[in-house]
């Protein structure tokens, strides 16, 4: 029951932590002001996790057609 | 001959499915570098780069290196479409290949001893790190796999190569060939 209750407290804690724009700062696309650098940052972002999405993708896709 | 020729059917060879693996890791390696040079490009006072007081870079002659290299592409690639005909055949394109690699290394070192006596260092700037980090390397993928090219002629010139080797070992190279020109226009222009 106590450790119930902990998880509870600790989702409600989870779930008010994300409401405090404060913890944006970690994110490093949030954490510079001008506009132009967190563009880069955003698209950096998105690049360097679509990338190996699309290559490992890419290869099965290829090896998938290739033996079919 | 027609014993060397490709006898594997529609199956991949397993070192050429390897080296495409490994190429990939390789692709990831030289993303998340040229990822913290755009980051560090963007975030530099003033906005340009190289930064007030750098080196610039010699873009025109790198250009005619970079063309250099596409052209030991090139070649490797003949020498694939020869070797239907014959290793015999192929043997002075992957020579070639071989040649214009070790040119586009050396011209490179001339590249680097000029920009050293300039005074652009590991230690002297981010410009710098970034610029010996990317294009170093590249320098050492270029160096091991025209090490490889090389170490692949003699059994071709003997008639022992195995296709597969020879298929595995172009996968390498057209992937040191190609990511040259994306390094060049992140890094140099």
Known sequence: M??????????????GASLIPGAAWACPACMVGDPKTAGTYFGMTVVMSALPILLVCGLGYWLWRRHS | MAALAPN????????VLAMIIFVVAEIMFFAALMSAHTIARA?????????????????????????????SGALLFIANRRTRAGY?????YL???????????????????????????????AHGAFFYLIVGAHALHAVVAIAVLTAIYFPMRRGTLAPSTFAATQVFWYFVVLLW????LRVYL
């Open chain 1, 2 to 15: 106590r450790s119930l209750n902990f998880a509870k407290c600790f989702l409600v804690a989870a779930a």
């Open chain 2, 8 to 15: 594997t059917g529609n199956r991949l060879p397993n070192s």
């Open chain 2, 43 to 71: 975030t530099v006072p003033g906005g340009v780069w190289p930064p007030a007081g750098q080196p610039r870079l010699p873009v025109e002659r790198t250009a005619f290196n970079t063309a250099i290299l596409l052209l």
């Open chain 2, 88 to 92: 015999e055949k192929a043997r002075p």
């Open chain 2, 95 to 125: 020579a070639g290949a071989i040649a214009t690699g070790i040119a586009f290394v050396l011209l490179q070192g001339v590249e680097w001893v000029a920009l050293l006596r300039e005074g652009l260092t590991m230690t002297s700037s």
């Open chain 2, 181 to 184: 020109p994306v390094i060049y």
